[in-house]
Each structure stands twice: as C-alpha cells, then as structure tokens.
C-alpha cells in the first residue's frame, strides 16, 4: 500500500493530452515539492520533473506538473508510442521522515 | 555527465550476503547524497535511505535496518548497499540515485539496477 495514490493505468492515443494524479495528505504533498519519474520498460527510472513543476535540461516542455492543496497532476501533451511507461510521483513525507512514492501509473499510448 | 554505474546480478542462496556497488563519475564525489530505492518485481518504487557522501552517516527508511547497510569509499567514488541475511523477499532489483544537498528530495541521476535473486 503507497503512501502516494495513483492510478493504475491511463491511456489515450498519440497526439492526444493525458494527466496523471498523484493524491497524498498534509504531511506530504501538502508540505513538500513533488517530483515525477518515467521508468521506460526495463530501465531505471529517470527525473522528468522536481519541485513540483521543473524540468530538468532536457525534458522536452510536452512534460509539465502542477500542485494543488494534497494532490499533484503531471501532465503529458502530443502523445508519443516512445510515452509508453509507468509514471511515478514522489515527496518527502514530514511525518514519516522518508522519501516516499506514488504506486505508479501505467501509460499506454493505443 | 554525471553517471551512476552499479555492480552485476547476483544470484544469492537464502541467508547469505550481497554487496552492491554503485560507481558514480562526472562530478564530484561529495556534491550529491547517494540514495537507495528497491523495486520488487513486478513493483513500484520503495526508499530504503541515504548516506551522506560529505559524512558517511547513513539514514535508513523504516524496513531497512538492522539488515541493510550503506557505505562509501570516497578514494574510489563508490557507494555500497550491503545486504546480510537474505531472504526471498529481499529479490529485487535495487537503485542508487543522487540527490543535490539543499534541493527537494528528488534523484537527479539514477543507476542502471542491479538486479539481486535470493533463491535456494
């Protein structure tokens, strides 16, 4: 059981807009910066935004974040085959003095 | 370019040991604390803590103690997870990751995984 709340699966199809909710609580997102990860299938996870709404050099600006109160969206516009991962969300949790992660979403792009 | 370059799969018998090492290059050593994040098969992401590359105090997430220890060998810019006691839960695949002192706790860099089997 995550700390973070996530969807299991979204989808949409290429070229489309999906987001990604990542819900917590106070002591959590409601406290602290949320970061994103994209794990491509069989490879590490990588950083696609920090501090709740940052990209990293690199990261193309179709990627973006938002926060609001406990919850967290990232969103993904123009849609590529290449998307097709599971997405995480992160945070520091005040309460629980750790570092703690969404139950990650997978993306199908149909 | 930083990079992160972990140790081999390991293929350990219950109650036996496992080292992993996780060789950073690109930048300083001491600039980014080293992370630890297992993922079981079929999983998500789970944090088992940080050591400080500065100090070499480490800080483990509750469900990583006692078993699980993190090191440094700053001549050789390496960090370690040590693992003792196996057992078939503990198969995953474990992740170092960099964080910026001072920034939020998010991972810069990741390694490539080191993927440890705990089978009889």
């Known amino acids: 059981q995550s700390v973070l709340t996530q969807p299991p699966s979204v989808s949409a199809a290429p070229g489309q807009r999906v987001t990604i909710s990542c819900s917590g609580s106070s002591s959590n997102i409601g406290k602290n910066y949320v970061s994103w990860y994209q794990q491509l299938p069989g490879t590490a996870p990588k950083l696609l935004i920090y501090?709740?709404?940052k990209r990293p050099s690199g990261i193309p600006d179709r990627f973006s974040g938002s926060k609001s109160g406990t919850s967290a969206t990232l969103g993904i516009t123009g849609l590529q085959t290449g998307d097709e991962a599971d997405y995480y969300c992160?945070?520091?949790?005040?309460?629980?003095?750790?570092?703690?992660f969404g139950g990650g979403t997978k993306l199908t792009v149909l | 370019q930083v990079q992160l370059v972990q140790s081999g799969s390991e293929l350990k018998k219950p109650g036996a040991s496992v080292k992993v090492s996780c060789k950073a290059s690109g930048h300083t050593f001491t600039r980014y604390a080293v992370n630890w994040v297992r993922q079981a098969p079929g999983q998500g992401l789970e944090w088992m803590g940080w050591i400080n590359t500065n100090t070499g105090n480490p800080t483990y997430a509750q469900g990583f103690t006692g078993r699980f220890v993190f090191s440094l060998d700053t001549s050789v810019s390496t960090a370690y997870l040590q693992v003792s006691s196996l057992k078939a839960e503990d198969t995953a695949l474990y992740y170092c990751?960099?964080?910026?002192?001072?920034?939020?706790?998010?991972?810069?860099?990741w390694g490539q995984g080191t993927l440890v089997t705990v089978s009889s």
């Open positions: 501090e709740n709404n």
């Open positions: 992160g945070t520091w949790d005040s309460s629980l003095s750790a570092v703690v």
């Open positions: 990751a960099t964080h910026d002192y001072g920034s939020g706790a998010h991972f810069d860099y």
